[in-house]
């Protein structure tokens, strides 16, 4: 009997921390893309990119070190609302959030960067409040950058297994995702078990490329090319 | 237009030298002539207020824009200045219609937009995209998007600096008769000297952050005073001189002793004389030079002729006629010698 609910557990996950990485990742690009101060730029840059460089593990143990039930966060939920952050399933969440974001931000900041910066100009000169410019201007004309990068992040989130690993833990049914029940399945040598989870997540990273690769060459048909 | 005035003082630290612009503007139409990078679209920016000066002050009429003293600075949004950007900047993703609905802001309504698509010879042209019209149709859509915005100034930078001749020569016309219905003042920047002078009432000339010239248009291309404002008001023989006597002077450069019609004062340290001016000449006539050892070269519609001193001759010609001899002696009227400072 194959057990559905690491599929359930993942695309639930998965689902919830893009909807999260997407707006902070596009909020905190669009900040520093707008920052003047250089240095405080660097700074930021360097630590919202931190994730896609360190290991996993050690975005783990800083996560487990915040939110863990000593850390400033735990402790507090753990206080006041009487919750247990680490090795629940919102854990992985964060865990999903936090490793995805890089890829989120840096995407949609390159987007940003590539806009030709006259057409945010003309929009301030022609009356368009900066919330107006940020959506029907930017983030009109960075779209295609920026849906790619959601799903590269949503590729991400789906295949977490480090700081998830180190968070979130590895309890059947609750924290299990599909890549910690393929490392479980594999370790308890249930090789044929391991093969469906490969098979799946194999499944959706090719609709996740294919969905990418479309939606990219269609917005830059319809806008640059004829 | 009576009492409007536009008031524009402004320093700021640029990487290569810095820009200090002190001009008002009661006429209605200003350009601004420079070479690149002079700090002539670094003006036009702080106008619109999309680059911030270190210090100074810009108002039209009664409202401040900028004001370092006392740290006013209107926001673009608030400045009512309409921008013609060099590549036009049309919302890529937004239709012709649509991109004229920005302009048009909270108060657009479809009349309107229709009216305004049709005073701009864009009908039929509403649903599309900016990538599928020509050079020519991008800029009236910019043009109509700035207008319907209603602007107190329009701001041109160098509308036509990346077209081709057939293409400018078409757009300055329409871009002319477009300006002519609007009632405030527009500025142009451009380091074109045709361009300057057919836009222009007055003229600012503008080098390394510095106004250098500034006055009338038909006084600063007739009398460009410096050597760099005759440069750039196209004036193609420049040399440097040594003073004989108040009404006479050596020509370093071409090796010439020329009568000039104006009192020569001590400053002047340069002479200029355009390369139309000159006319053929006997031996002995006043101001008359030898041609020997010239070259020249056929345009469709004059020939140009260097002689050995250096000097350059443009003679009008017509299409069908190929054949010109050079002649022997060539004089300047002492009236057309520009005297120059440094």
């Known amino acids: 009997m194959t057990d559905w609910s690491p599929i359930f557990i993942s695309m639930k996950t998965a689902s919830v921390s893009i909807f999260i990485t997407f707006f902070l990742g596009l909020i905190v690009a669009w900040g520093l893309f707008k920052m003047k101060n250089d240095t405080g730029k660097i700074v930021l840059d360097g630590i919202f990119t931190l994730p896609l460089v360190l290991p996993p593990t050690v975005v783990g143990f800083f996560l487990l070190w915040i939110f863990g039930v000593r850390g400033p966060i735990g402790s507090f939920f753990i206080d006041f609302f009487a919750y247990k952050i680490a090795f629940s399933w919102p854990a992985t969440v964060i865990a999903a959030v936090v490793m995805s974001f890089p890829l989120m931000y840096r995407s949609a900041r390159g987007a940003f960067e590539q806009i030709d910066s006259n057409l945010l100009d003309a929009g301030r000169t022609l009356g368009m409040s900066e919330w107006k410019i940020f959506w029907k201007v930017a983030f009109a004309n960075a779209l295609p950058g920026i849906l790619s990068g959601g799903i590269l992040a949503y590729a991400r989130g789906l295949g977490e297994f480090g700081a998830t690993a180190m968070l979130a833990g590895n309890i059947a049914g609750q924290t299990r995702t599909l890549p910690m029940a393929v490392y479980s399945e594999v370790a308890a040598g249930n090789m044929g078990e391991a093969f469906g989870y490969v098979i799946f997540i194999v499944f959706i990273a090719f609709i996740v490329i294919f969905i990418m690769d479309y939606v990219t060459l269609r917005k830059e048909k319809q806008w640059r090319y004829n | ?342």
């Open chain 2, 1 to 342: 237009m009576s009492n409007k005035m536009l008031k524009v003082n402004i320093q700021k630290e640029l990487k290569e030298f810095d820009l200090d612009v002190d001009f008002e503007l009661k006429s209605k139409r200003l350009g601004i002539l420079g070479p690149s990078g002079c700090g002539k679209s670094m003006t036009l920016k702080s106008i619109a207020g999309i680059v911030n000066p270190d210090s100074g002050f810009i108002s039209l009429n009664d409202t401040v824009y900028f004001d370092s003293s006392n740290k006013t600075n209107l926001k673009p949004q608030k400045r009512n200045v309409g921008y013609l950007f060099q590549n036009y900047a049309l919302f890529p993703n937004m239709s012709v219609e649509e991109n004229i609905a920005i302009g048009l802001g909270k108060d657009c309504d479809k009349n309107h937009l229709s009216e305004i698509i049709k005073r701009f010879h864009l009908n039929g042209l509403e649903k599309r995209y900016p990538r599928q019209l020509s050079g020519g149709q991008q800029q009236r859509v910019a043009l109509a998007r700035i207008m319907a915005y209603g602007p107190d100034v329009i701001l041109l930078d160098e509308p036509f600096s990346a077209m081709d001749t057939f293409l400018k020569e078409q757009l300055r016309l329409e871009l002319v008769n477009s300006l002519e219905d609007f009632d405030g003042f527009s500025i142009m920047v451009t380091h074109n000297r045709d361009e300057a002078f057919q836009f222009c009432d007055e003229l600012i000339v503008l080098d390394k952050g510095k106004i250098i010239a500034k006055g009338e248009t038909y006084q600063i291309f007739e009398n460009p005073g410096k050597v760099q404002v005759a440069r750039l008001t196209g004036c193609k023989n420049i040399s440097r001189i040594e003073i004989i006597d108040d009404y006479h002077v050596r020509s370093l450069d071409w090796g010439l002793e020329l009568e000039v019609s104006k009192k020569i004062s001590p400053n002047i340290s340069h002479i200029g004389i355009r390369a139309h001016d000159f006319s053929s000449a006997n031996v002995d006539d006043l101001n008359a030079f030898d041609t020997l050892g010239s070259t020249k070269i056929e345009m469709p519609f004059e020939w140009e002729i260097t002689l050995a001193n250096g000097l350059w001759w443009k003679y009008d010609k017509q299409i069908h006629q190929h054949e010109f001899d050079v002649p022997d002696y060539l004089k300047v009227d002492p009236k057309n010698i520009i005297l120059l400072e440094e």
